[in-house]
């Protein structure tokens, strides 16, 4: 998880502080534009950096004394250190849910194509939210194709687009 160096607050606007992450985001080596692609990864560190994303779900479902729901799990928000250290980042949508309670009416928010269906549907969010959103994320490291992807004439989610292969490959 990024950890918060400081922040700041003056003239109505804030300014948090955390440690650089010197190989971006995830985003950046799955981006299918060369100019703004950061380079390959190898199975091992896509393998390295599943693992550690999976981790830190489960430290903030069942770590803690109330389970934290992220809502915004994305590649774009998954920050690689040097080492290709997976640190999850940006905080700004997630609440607490109490573990006893077994869902909770929220607002809908987060990324298009990483929202759970369930929550666009019923508004109710729990930590399987996260997870729904993870695959997707896991989808797009196996794959390469883009949770959405706008550009290509099928226009399909990466969920639709890997059921549609695996009904064509039967």
Same mark, same amino acid.
């Given at each position: 998880l990024l950890a918060l160096k400081g922040w700041c607050y003056e003239r109505g606007e804030a300014v948090l502080v955390y440690e650089f992450m010197a190989r971006g985001s995830l985003e950046a080596y799955l981006c299918r534009d060369p100019g703004r692609r950061k380079g390959r990864l190898d199975s091992l560190q896509r393998r390295k950096i599943l693992c550690g994303v999976a981790a830190a779900l489960e430290y903030l479902h069942f770590g803690l004394?109330?389970?934290?729901?992220?809502?915004?799990?994305? %590649? %774009?928000?998954?920050?690689? &250190?040097?080492?290709?250290e997976p640190v999850l980042a940006d905080f700004g949508l997630s609440r607490l849910i109490p573990h006893n309670v077994a869902a909770v009416t929220m607002t809908v928010? @987060? &990324? %298009? @194509?990483?929202? %759970?269906?369930?929550?666009?549907? &019923? @508004?109710?969010?729990?930590e399987k939210a996260d997870v729904y959103s993870f695959g997707v994320v896991l989808l797009e490291v196996i794959t390469g194709r883009r949770a959405v992807e706008p550009s290509t004439s099928d226009g399909l989610h990466i969920v639709e687009w890997v059921k549609m292969m695996k009904r064509s490959s039967k």
């Open positions: 004394d109330e389970c934290i729901v992220h809502r915004d799990v994305k %590649a %774009a928000n998954v920050l690689l &250190t040097e080492e290709y928010v @987060g &990324t %298009a @194509g990483y929202i %759970a269906p369930e929550v666009v549907y &019923t @508004g109710r969010s729990t």
